[in-house]
């Protein structure tokens, strides 16, 4: 990308899903006052946290409000967490500002359903998982699945920034 910027957010693993010494780096490329922002996602617990502060720092440049702001948040949150729960490597979290009416459309894409589910899932009961789709379905305005010919799938949402 022409005059794009990098930048990195580091946050260590210490939970029981760390793999012996092993860092969860989130990687953000975005273009300076631009519209769209991609996330390159560790497959880790930890990296929700990480992507949240960075999808708040976005949104802050964008200067969504901030209850706006936290209605996005929560939606890239359970999206990147159904991805590290469920789903294969790689994860990308994808934020795009539509100007036209005034949304903020999110992506998680992943490299297609897990064969087994992630440490989170199974240590929880029945009764406290399985919700995160039905609050993406209660916040945003729309939202949906495209699953690539390639492989991978992109579970998206697109929430109103007004």
């Avoid at 708040?56 to 159904?82: F, H, K, P, Y």
């Avoid at 390639?150 to 697109?158: K, L, N």
């Amino acid at each position: 990308m022409r005059g794009s910027a990098r930048a990195d957010w580091h946050q260590r693993a210490d939970g029981p899903d760390a793999d012996n010494d092993t860092d969860c780096r989130t990687s953000l490329l975005y273009e300076p006052d631009s519209c769209a922002v991609h996330v390159a996602v560790r497959h880790c617990r930890e990296s929700v946290a990480v992507t949240r502060s960075v999808t708040r720092r976005v949104l802050g440049r964008w200067q969504i409000s901030q209850d706006n702001a936290e209605a996005v948040v929560l939606v890239v949150s359970e999206l990147v967490t159904n991805a590290i729960e469920h789903a294969l490597r790689p994860i990308n979290v994808h934020l795009h500002r539509e100007h036209v009416g005034n949304r903020v459309w999110v992506g998680v894409s992943d490299g297609g359903p897990a064969t087994h589910s992630g440490t989170q899932t199974a240590a929880c009961t029945e009764d406290e998982h399985g919700r995160g789709l039905a609050i993406v379905s209660a916040i945003a305005e729309s939202h949906g699945v495209h699953v690539h010919p390639a492989g991978g799938t992109t579970r998206w949402a697109s929430i109103n920034a007004v």
